[in-house]
């Protein structure tokens, strides 16, 4: 079974409850987002490898430590765009693949309309990004995507999940890590995540 971690800390909590209000305005939300993306990053990199390299200070020469392997961020479509630039901040080298799913509002079932993946993602750490896990169909369709094109490193990151998503995510997706800033309680017959922070896409991009 792939592993869980909700990250706890302080400062994702307390963007958690800016962008879980309904009266946060647009721009406030989009800078949540995008920080909260960045803090989770920051948090769950902590084990991603490095490689000594020589180099030499004004002063002498010396180790350096660099990432062992390159990153390539994977946003799905549209939500998950918003997660990008806090993430890019902290890895500017990381290279961005698109994938696009939309929901079928009657079966929740994912559509997929688009993908587009930089060269390299094969030997890659692959980091699967979207706000919302709720049945987990995206999350799932999305890296069954990119098991095909035979990456192996994935690791999903979202801001608020829910135990029916990450379910089903373990079923499907047993080696691939799950990363959360919150484990909400379930979602309601419309497949929208309790309590949630309602439509992340629409908030993010001012659709509705
Ligand atoms: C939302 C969200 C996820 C998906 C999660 O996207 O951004 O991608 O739903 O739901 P799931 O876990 O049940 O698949 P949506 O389909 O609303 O598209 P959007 O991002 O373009 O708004
Ligand atoms: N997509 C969203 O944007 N919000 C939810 O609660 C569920 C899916």
């Known amino acids: 079974m792939s592993t869980l971690t909700v990250l706890n800390h302080p400062l994702i909590d307390h963007k958690m409850a800016i962008i879980r209000d309904k009266n946060t305005g647009s721009k406030e ?7 909260i993306g960045m803090l989770i990053t920051y948090e ?14 004004p002063m002498q020469k010396t180790t350096g430590y660099i990432l062992a392997k390159p990153v390539v961020i994977v946003p799905i479509l549209r939500a998950g765009l918003g997660m990008v ?6 890895i500017p080298t990381a290279k961005i693949g698109h994938v696009g799913f939309y ?22 750490t692959v980091l699967v990004v979207d706000p919302m896990l709720a049945t987990g169909g995206s999350a ?6 990119l098991k095909k094109r035979n990456v192996k ?10 135990p029916e998503g990450v379910k089903k995510l373990q079923e499907d997706h047993p080696d691939v ?19 949630g922070l309602g439509d992340c896409g629409d908030r993010l991009f001012g659709t509705k």
């Open 85 to 90: 630039d806090g993430i890019h901040k902290i």
């Open 153 to 162: 490193d994935i690791r999903f990151i979202a801001i608020v999940g829910c």
């Open 103 to 124: 929901r079928d509002e009657e079966t929740l079932l994912p559509v997929e309309y688009f993908s587009k993946f930089p060269k390299n993602i094969t030997k890659s």
């Open 44 to 57: 769950i990199s902590r084990n991603f490898k490095t490689i000594p390299i020589n180099l030499e200070t």
């Open 177 to 195: 890590a799950i990363y959360l800033a919150a484990m909400d309680a379930r979602l309601d017959e419309k497949g929208y995540i309790v309590p």
């Open 29 to 35: 939300f989009r800078e949540s987002v995008s920080e």
């Open 140 to 145: 799932s369709a999305t890296i069954s995507l």
